[in-house]
């Protein structure tokens, strides 16, 4: 079938050509003479519309466009792990050396997965067998930390008729046949692919339960995310909302993470390329890119497939998922592809909603958001994605229509201060805006996994912030002394918490990453000071006896003297404590 | 692709032009529009099959319908590159006005640029020490970063520019210094063009002005320009570039001028929804890439209307660059220059171009320090003004002495001094030590035990 027409019209990205009847919504087309990838985004008898994901620059009507005949996909198979990708899965390793220079050439074909490499393959199918779609057939050591499951394509379901032997084959080779009902055969190769906008099937989605830990103390002890479960964090310009994002992306204990550089920076892309190889991913002892797959659209890069990226990343992240991994995706920021969404929707020219996005915004974000989850698979294992958008709101202004469509649609809500970033305290989590709607269902785990008063500690840290804040409010007006002491106390206990525990310092060898023995040992150690304080306050002794100069100074610094692997040292700051009060005690007794 | 050229103007509105009955113009293609004998350039910002709508740079005053001619030149705007530019004097369209003469070099690249490949890049990690105090010790500028200067109408941001530039170009690293005036006030331009000539930097220099009076429209090509021939020294030629654009605000004023006649959907305070995507395309010019030794860096000063941050030309801006030097009119009031307040400032990329190796040791406990310190400061200064100053703790009226100290004589320094990277360190540990010891718990115990502390010595390297 003929599927060349012409182009009528150009307008940045968004292209307009002479609809000769063959063409598809979300057909993928190649535009111009350079045969720029575009997708068909409207149509009507007379023409098609297309968005195109390249510069324009030089396009003319007249100008050639083919339909390809196909959906734009993402292929999936070994080799992302550790790879680089654009918006539309096109590996820029490969693009530089195709573009022999430093820019990002126009009109580059390329296969996204490396066609050259040999995998060792084990074959689990044999002649004989039934197979049905999202069923393992084969694995292969993608890299040193996860094994490839490689699963039988969707609407493929039958009988394998030729199988290869376990060895070494490459992406592009065919290793089984199936064939199916009506006697239709169907190719297996390593490598198959799916359409970027349309969710991955699964059999059943479950209720998460287990903790996402971040290392980050702020958030695994006070406002939790499950794995499996959806976050937003949002933040003005330089408040830390990448900081964030990397710390998740390098110390939580995920699988497989997806990073989503979407609209943002291209040293920050550049910086994860350069920091995670030589980074050890705690957990297993391998490199930190060895369970990592980046996207990088970058701000300068074309809006149409930051668009994209976006679906890009939550497709690749849904297919490990299928393998049986808790996948992680960062996607920084989510408030510039919703503007791609509003930059396109006006070209379109598409009657605007509020702040001139379009109307399906809501749902879009929605969309993005529910494709987290823990799930059971089609092949009966289990797997999760843990989705955590940073939101980038105009002045930081939280009644931003992205923010709040967000937040209808995220469970936890990190909320970044701007307050709190220019005062150096980072992570500039507000714990008085932010919440977690897990904290009830992990309650049971961390109970088990960590201390049987863990939930108890918690809340009464967050009664004690409470406080504390509204007695800043009076301090403001009337200044701290005319506080009475137990007031006081409290102002200087939430002190210790805000310094010592809240803060958490990335760029710190010992604390940028905090277990959750330690963090909650941190927290007792000064929720425990306190209940004795209180004690002594009420003896009427004078706070400065009971908040020692050097106690004090080491619960705050507790963080950068006492390391994870070091716990039993706590021992020796609860022995500190102890013969401080016995000595109060000796003094002040009853 | 051949020259055509046509006379069907249907429609001159603002800066565009609409051309009617045209064959294979390209989008973003250049186009001279001839009146009488006088020339102008445009560009093709939207095509169809039968007319192509064109921004003219100069604007469009005088152009009439019958007279108007359109010649379109099949390429996109281009800017002649190669070392000669070095020394001279630009218009924003690249037009020579030193009357030196044009550059000759077959060497024309399109002022749009290409978006660099994330790979491609070096991460960047050495410092530039740009002898001012605040700078160089809190907000420390690296070689490729892009730190904008946020200040205001009135506030002494031309004089630390020059300041900088000047600093700047007489480093031993070899800084070529790319000025682009986007829309000043002659006065203000003379001023500075008079600060680079009296300490002969101007032939380690490339200016590109355009001024006031100049057509708005040019102003959307005159940054473009600027970095078109920073890209072209910093990656083809080797050399460290600083290019310096100022003001922002009046290019962003040009964009959403343009967008208006366009009859674009206006986004937050009727800039365009693409204000964004605009001011990266420019910012993220700036850095290292492979192969090439140079460095391409960037300090973009804008002045925020109404002093507010949150206004979308800071606002988008400080989403794109690494950090902002943000100027406060409170410290110029206080007689203090360079009025910049550290506090809503910052330096993203200097986390890995500081410390041992880079400047000293001790420079990120110095800095954390002094944000935290100073940071208390603002607490303790509202509490006094209610309760007075006799009523505050020994501790706070230390923080009160810190403030006023810090902000004399460690922010505070002359336009014509530059410190070094010891003497900004060592005062910053003067300055310190105002407070007392326990309050320090920035820096390590280690080094607040150790009696030297605050005689860093000078390096000799
Ligand atoms: N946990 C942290 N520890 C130490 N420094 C931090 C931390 N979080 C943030 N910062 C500091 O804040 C700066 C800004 O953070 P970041 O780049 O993440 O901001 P952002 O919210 O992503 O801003 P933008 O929206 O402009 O991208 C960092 O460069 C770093 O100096
Ligand atoms: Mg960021």
Redesign the interface.
Known sequence: MNRVSIIRKVNGPVVVGKNIGVFFMGEMVKVGEMKLVGEIVSLDEENVTIQVYEETTGLKPGDPFVGTGRPLSVILGPGLIGNIYDGIQRPLGKIEELSKGFYIGRGIETFPLDDEATWEVEMLKKVGDTVEPGEFYAKVRESESIIHRLMIPKDVRGKVIESAKSGKYRVKDVVMVVKDEDGEKHEIKLYQSWPVRTPRFYREKLMPRIPLITGQRVIDMFFPIAKGGSAAIPGGFGTGKTMTQHQLAKWADADVIVYIGCGERGNEMTEVLTEFPKLVDPRTGKSLMDRTILIANTSNMPVSAREASIYTGVTIAEYYRDMGYNVAIMADSTSRWAEALREISGRLEEIPAEEGYPAYLSSRIGGFYERAGKVVNLNGSEGSVTIIGAVSPPGGDLSDPVVQHTKRFVKCFWALDRDLAYSRHYPSINWLTSYSDYTEDLDEWFRKNVDENFSKYRKRAMELLNEDDRLQQIIKIMGEDVLPDDQKLVVSIARMIKVGILQQNAYSEIDSFCSLKRGFMMLKIVMDFYDRAVEFVKKKVALSQILKEDIVETMMRMKEMIGNDELEKFEDVRKMIDSHFEELERIYGS | MAVREYSTVSKIYGPIVVVEKV???????VVEIIHDSERRLGTVI????NCAVVQVFEGTEGLDIPETRVRFLGK?LEMRVSKDVIGRVFDGLGRPLDGLGEILSSDSR?V?????????????RNYIETGVSAIDGMLTLIR?QKLPIFSGDGLPHNRLSVQIARQVSSLKEDFIVVFSAIGLKKHDADILMKGFEEFGVLNRMVVFLNLADDPTVERISTPRMALTVAEYLA?DENMNVLVIMNDMTNYCEALREISNYRG?????KGYP??L??DL??LY??A?M???SSGSLTQIPVLTMPGDDI???IP?LT???T???IVLSRELHRKGIYPPIDV??S?S??M?DGIGEGYTKEEH?EIA?QL??SY??VQDVR??AS??GED?LSSVDKSYLKFGERFEREFISQGFDERRSIEETLNKAWDVLLTLPK?EL?RIK?ERLEDENAGKSEPDES
């Open positions: 064959k294979e113009v390209s989008y973003n293609e939207m095509v169809d099959e996109p399109d749009n640029g290409s978006a660099i490949n994330p790979v491609s890049r070096i991460y960047p490729g990656f674009e959907i206006p986004g937050r929804g693409y964004y995507s990266a395309s993220e010019r850095g890439v492979k192969d949150t206004h979308p606002d400080g989403y794109i690494e950090g902002q506090l809503p910052l993203r990329l986390k990120p954390n944000f935290a940071s208390r509202a509490i209610i309760i009523e326990s718990t115990r």
